[in-house]
Structure formats: structure tokens, C-alpha cells
């Protein structure tokens, strides 16, 4: 072929250069489709390789040659070691769920009720099918493909960009006339149900396990690390949104209403998911739900359900988000795939939070593509209201798609020696005699961090991906360090380093394997403060709650100064607790009880000895609000309250229920309540409903 291993060949004219990249990219992509479509390359993986690694000298030596398509930006690239992350400029939010026409009627009243609009006005709503696959973000500069990366948590996701490249339906370019610096396109990853059922044909003939279903293939596609194994999945893409939006230095729209948005991405160059219809009828979004349920079993690939938007773009930024989802959309899923088969046995999970909590272990059945082996019976008042024993024969569903249950037993088909489930009185991992609060439907295990399977439970929540995220560490190796005696607390992760050797020698495990373990712990030794309330596993302190304590106390000294207060039930502390938005008297009870056991205390001074916990001000500190803490008080004009509270915490705020001396802004309306007086007694600014809109530049 003339091509030396060696790529410099001397002195190399621009004119030659050129002509020279238009020879070795024909190649390149005329054995790709040889490769790719039809399996039968017509050049070894050496002399392929060889042209590939001329063109990357090529293109490296005259970089302003680099064409937009080249083949170095698309299929084939080499095989990366690990994803790189990839922060998102806009979070990629997840949908909250609709399981009835009620749900939904609930949803659009909420709505109309957040941005204060009578029951029986019109908002206009997209209806579009929800296809099952993986979310992506493709981002274009100059309307080039520049990357492109999965969801991940919503705010940082997987640098996918070599596989995207190789799906057909993303274009390398976009389409028109743009006028655009950069265009984030959303959209979703999926495999037709054709290309899925071909794909396990071949895998069955080359010895290969089978995937489960569409979404798990296209999941696998989309994560390998040679994106010629990708270009081989057929993997396709809808488009259905947006993210960033830039023209110079300032943000553009693409238009006003989510129809118009769709059309303007649908001319860049991208396939749209379809069906939709656009109604502020409730009876006609429905229609068109019951309409796609239909004809889901004939259309070319998986839906999980129906997505309601907001179509007025205005009002989508009104109405803002909560913390995973959007308040102006929803998914309404269709209905759960039901199946029978066999109780095996009933088991019993630890919680760690000590939770009991009973399991049906069942003879594996396929419902909805997947295979369930276990399904959830909640608590012993579950099992004795549907009378499930050993032996039944029960309709098992995936409930939203997801969750495994049992809706009901067969008793027809009861076995005739069948004995009622007995709940155990103690604990299976430690023993210790289980407990319930009055009127509580969940029995608990007392021991706490005494509990193996509590203090696992709490470990694996530790490190989980919203707490320390900690990669490389779960449930298994947890066991396997606890069962060592090398981790009883989760600051003993951060000690690893000195069982190195330990670990390198036990079985799976091996140097690099081990380096990889210690440096991912280490590369988490600093914290932000939600994230750091939340990893301790408080019991009903969530995300979100984490998020609202990390805004009322800005730094960990003070909060653990105002936790340790509270033990006094009238002190100001107390009062300013239970004042925080969103925090009711058993949040702040379950807080006080943390606090006041002293294993707890000493556990979290032993952890400050190895993390450092970034104050709430230095993690948001480019938000206008950050660390304020704002009460409104009366009714506004322009807004609803709910409006007015969603704005203040989106500018890093914190939004109090009651006046304490830490109030920074009172914002009054029309017939204020008494916490005016107290405002002007404790010299807290008063905001004027105008006032507000100018500081938060409404």
C-alpha cells in the first residue's frame, strides 16, 4: 500500500497534503461500510489501522484541512480506556410519572395552581410518545458535532462522543442557516425492536448471552469502549428538546412554544419522535394516550408511556423544576405488564434505616422484557391483607414499568397444606427483638450500626452516586471489606491505603485494580455540604431536605452547632429548625435523634479527620441569592407564592416559613400576617413585591 509505519515522511506540500486526505478518507470509508454494514472488510486491522493513523498525522500536521465528516471525528476511533464525565450546561432532568387519567388531571392542576391561573383557563399541552432508551445530549459549536454525552445524574454524564458520531440520525453538521455559537440538541438513544431481535440471533449463534430487552442493548451499544462495536448496534436517535442555547455571548430561544422548537430542531436535520398532539383538553391528551397504547405492539420500537409538556416556553421557565424533574411536564406510563408464576419463599430485608422488609422470592418469570425473580411485599400489614404464603401462585407486575410487585394470589391454586407467613420478632442479620411505632406499618431493628446489615445499608448509601460517589465501591466490596474487618464506618473508606496489600492479594483483585480503588476514594475528599448531610442516612432527610438544610446553615460548623442546640426543645435553634421551608416537626425530630446519639457524633468527628465539607456559599456562590435566607409574607400581585418561593431557592436562597434573626429579606405583599412586625423588630430589609422583582430581575 505504500504507507510506512513510520508517518513523517519529510517535507509534505499542502496541495499534496490534501489531495492525500481525500485518498485515505475514500478508503477508510469505503472499508467502513465494508466492515460495518456488511461484515466483510477488504483490509486487515493492521493495514486499516495504518490508514488511520496517516490521516491523524495528516490532519494533526494541517489541522485548518480537517473536514467536519472526517472519519478521525467519527466511526472507528480507537478504543478509548474509560469515559470521561462531562458536566451539563443544563441539567437533564428525569420525569415525574402519571399512572391514571387522575394522576393527570392532579398534574395540570398543579399546574394552572403554580403560575395562579383559574381551574377552567386553557394551557396548551404537547402530547409525545416516550420512547424506552437512554437519554443524550449532543452539542454542536458553530453547527459542527462537537460532543455528546449521557444523561449521568442530571448534572454530570458520560463523554459518549465517538459512539453518538456513529448513529445515523445525528448529524455531524446541522442543517440551514443557523446564526447560532452553540445548539445543545436532547434527544434519546434507542434500538428497533427488528434490530434487537437480529442482534440476539447473532449473539445466540456466536455463544453469546442474550440481552433482555431493546433498552438493555442500546445501553450496552451506546457504553463500549471501540465505537466500531456501537456503529454495529444500528442504534438510532429521536430528538425531543434542547439545552444550551447560545448566539455570541447571549442566550437565544429557538422560539416561544415547544411546537415551534421541535420544527426548528426537526430542520437542523433531526428525526422527531412521533406521533404528537397539541391540546389544552385533558379528555383529548388522554384520547391520544389511549390512541398510542394501541398502536404501541405495531410500532417499530419500545414506548414506556406518554409525555404531557407545557407548550408555552414562558411558562416553562415560570414554573421552573424541582429537584430531579420539570413542574411542566409528566410521564403518563402505560399500564403494567402482568404475569403469573410461583412464591418460592418469603424473605426478609434489613433497611438501613433498620426496616423489615418482607420479599417474595419467586420462580423467575419475563414481564415486560425483564426477568423477576424477587418482588417487594412493603411490610407484614401487606402480606397479611393479600394472604401471600409459600407456594401461592400470584399475578406479579412491574409497577410503572419498574418495580416489581405482587397484585394478587391465585387462591384457586393454593396448595392444600399452605400456611399462613408467620413475620420473624427479631432481625435476621443480628438478632436483636424488632420494634414498631405506634400506628407504624414497618417493623424495625434496633441496632443501628450494631446491625451488619444496617451498617452496610448505610455504607452503600455513603458512597452512593447522590451522597460521596464514590466509583468503583458497592455493595459488593463493601461486604467483602466489612467481612475483612477492614470497614466498619465510613471513615475507614478513607484508610484503605494501609490494607493495600491486602486487597491487592485477595481474590478479584489485582495492582491496577486497587490504585484505581484508592485514587477514586481520594478524589472525593472534598464535599459539598447537601451532599454531606444527605450521605449521613438520616432517616426522612432525602435530597431535597439535605439541599434545604445546606441553604438555611451554609457550613457544617454551623449546622452541627444548630443540631446540637435543638436538644433543647424551646431554644431559638429549635424554632429556626422546624421555620426552614419544607421542614415539619418529625423531619426535625428524626434530625434531633441523630444528633443526640453519641455513636453518631463520634462517627462524623472521625470522618471531618479525612473530608473537607465545602460550604453551601462556596459550591452556589455565583448565584445572586447564595446563603440568603428570604420569607414572604401577604399576598402578591404578579406571582404566585409558590412562584415567588421556586424563584428565590433557583437564585441559591433559602425560603423560611417563620421570622428568626438569620432572616435576610422579608418580602411583603398585600395583607400581611404578624411576621411583619416581627420582621421590623429583628431589623430584617422589607421588600416591596416590586422590590423583589428588581433584586431577582424579573
Not at 458535532?145 to 458520560?158: H, I, K, M, N, P
Not at 414562558?314 to 403494567?336: D, N, Y
Not at 485514587?519 to 454531606?532: G, T, Y
Amino acid at each position: 500500500m505504500g504507507l510506512n509505519r513510520k508517518p513523517d515522511d519529510g517535507v509534505l506540500s499542502e496541495v499534496a497534503a490534501k489531495e492525500e486526505l481525500a485518498n485515505l478518507i475514500k478508503k477508510i470509508r469505503h472499508n467502513d461500510e465494508l466492515y460495518y454494514l456488511k461484515d466483510s472488510p477488504s483490509l486487515s486491522d493492521a493495514e486499516y489501522d495504518l490508514l488511520r493513523e496517516r490521516l491523524l498525522f495528516l490532519e494533526n500536521k494541517f489541522p485548518h484541512l480537517v473536514s467536519v465528516d472526517s472519519p478521525s471525528r467519527t466511526v472507528g476511533v480507537a478504543p478509548a480506556e474509560a469515559f470521561s464525565k462531562v458536566r451539563h450546561s443544563e441539567p437533564m432532568l428525569s420525569l415525574g410519572n402519571a399512572f391514571s387519567k387522575d394522576d393527570v388531571v392532579s398534574f395540570v392542576s398543579k399546574v394552572k395552581r403554580f403560575i395562579g391561573v383559574e381551574e377552567d383557563s386553557e394551557v396548551q399541552f404537547l402530547a409525545e410518545p416516550k420512547i424506552d432508551g437512554l437519554s443524550a445530549s449532543l452539542r454542536y459549536v458553530n453547527g459542527v458535532f462537537v460532543q455528546g454525552a449521557t444523561r449521568g445524574d442530571g448534572l454530570v454524564g458520560e463523554d459518549v462522543t465517538a459512539n453518538l458520531a456513529t448513529i445515523p440520525d445525528i448529524p455531524h453538521k446541522l442543517h440551514g442557516d443557523l446564526n447560532l455559537t452553540v445548539v445543545e440538541v436532547r434527544g434519546e438513544v434507542y434500538m428497533a425492536r427488528e434490530d434487537f431481535l437480529q442482534l440476539n440471533v447473532e449473539r445466540e449463534k456466536n455463544g453469546e448471552g442474550q440481552f433482555a430487552n431493546p433498552r438493555n442493548a442500546a445501553a450496552g451499544g451506546l457504553r463500549q469502549l471501540d465505537s466500531k462495536i456501537t456503529a454495529q448496534r444500528k442504534l438510532k436517535f429521536f430528538a425531543y428538546g434542547y439545552g444550551e442555547l447560545r448566539k455570541g455571548d447571549g442566550d437565544l430561544s429557538l422560539g416561544t412554544t415547544l411546537a415551534e422548537v421541535r420544527q426548528r430542531i426537526s430542520e437542523f436535520g433531526f428525526v422527531l419522535n412521533e406521533p404528537c398532539r397539541l391540546s389544552a383538553s385533558i379528555e383529548e391528551l388522554v384520547e391520544h394516550y389511549n390512541k398510542i397504547v394501541v398502536e404501541r405492539p405495531f410500532l417499530p420500537m419500545d414506548l414506556d408511556g406518554v409525555v404531557y409538556k407545557v407548550n408555552d416556553l414562558a411558562l416553562q421557565a415560570r414554573l421552573g423544576a424541582v429537584t430531579r424533574s420539570p413542574r411542566w411536564a409528566i410521564a403518563h406510563k402505560f399500564a403494567a405488564e402482568q404475569c403469573t408464576t410461583i412464591v418460592r419463599g418469603i424473605s426478609v430485608q434489613v433497611g438501613r434505616t433498620g426496616a423489615l422488609t418482607p420479599v417474595a422470592e419467586l420462580s423467575p418469570v419475563t414481564v415486560g422484557g425483564v426477568v423477576i425473580s424477587r418482588a417487594t411485599l412493603h411490610n407484614e400489614g401487606e402480606i397479611i391483607r393479600k394472604d401471600v404464603r409459600k407456594g401461592d401462585t400470584v399475578v406479579v407486575q412491574r409497577a410503572g414499568d419498574v418495580i416489581p410487585q405482587i397484585v394478587k394470589v391465585e387462591f384457586s391454586d393454593r396448595p392444600a397444606a399452605s400456611q399462613p407467613y408467620v413475620f420473624p420478632s427479631h432481625c435476621p442479620a443480628c438478632g436483636n427483638k424488632a420494634v414498631r411505632d405506634s400506628g407504624a406499618a414497618v417493623w424495625r431493628c434496633p441496632g443501628g450500626l450494631s446491625c451488619s446489615a444496617q451498617a452496610i445499608e448505610r455504607l452503600c448509601h455513603f458512597v452512593g452516586r447522590d451522597a460521596f460517589d464514590i466509583e468503583g465501591v458497592g455493595e459488593k466490596q463493601l461486604k467483602e471489606f466489612w467481612a475483612s474487618n477492614m470497614v466498619r464506618t465510613p471513615a475507614d473508606l478513607f484508610k484503605l491505603r494501609k490494607f493495600e496489600e491486602q486487597i491487592e492479594n485477595s481474590e478479584g483483585w489485582g495492582g491496577t485494580s486497587v490504585r484505581n480503588l484508592l485514587a477514586a476514594i481520594d478524589e472525593r475528599r472534598k464535599i459539598s455540604l447537601d451532599r454531606f448531610i444527605y450521605s449521613l442516612g438520616i432517616r426522612l432527610v432525602g435530597q431535597t431536605t439535605a439541599k434545604l438544610l445546606a441553604q438555611a446553615y451554609l457550613s457544617y460548623p454551623i449546622f452541627q452547632e444548630a443540631m446540637q442546640a435543638v436538644q433543647t426543645e424551646e431554644s431559638n435553634s429549635c424554632k429556626m429548625l422546624v421555620g426552614i421551608d419544607g421542614i415539619g416537626p418529625k423531619v426535625a425530630s428524626e434530625l434531633v435523634g441523630f444528633f443526640a446519639a453519641d455513636y453518631n457524633l463520634k462517627m462524623i468527628s472521625v470522618l471531618l479527620e479525612e473530608v473537607e465539607i465545602a460550604s453551601f456559599q462556596e459550591v452556589k456562590n455565583d448565584l445572586p441569592l447564595a446563603g440568603k435566607v428570604v420569607v414572604f409574607t401577604g399576598t402578591l400581585e404578579e406571582m404566585t407564592r409558590s412562584e415567588a418561593k421556586a424563584r428565590a431557592q433557583t437564585l441559591g436562597a433559602a425560603v423560611g416559613a417563620s421570622i428568626s434573626q438569620r432572616t435576610d429579606y422579608m418580602v411583603v405583599g398585600s395583607a400581611p400576617g404578624s411576621k411583619l412586625k416581627k420582621a421590623k423588630d429583628l431589623n430584617v430589609k422589607i421588600l416591596s413585591e416590586a422590590d423583589w422583582k428588581a433584586l431577582t430581575n424579573l
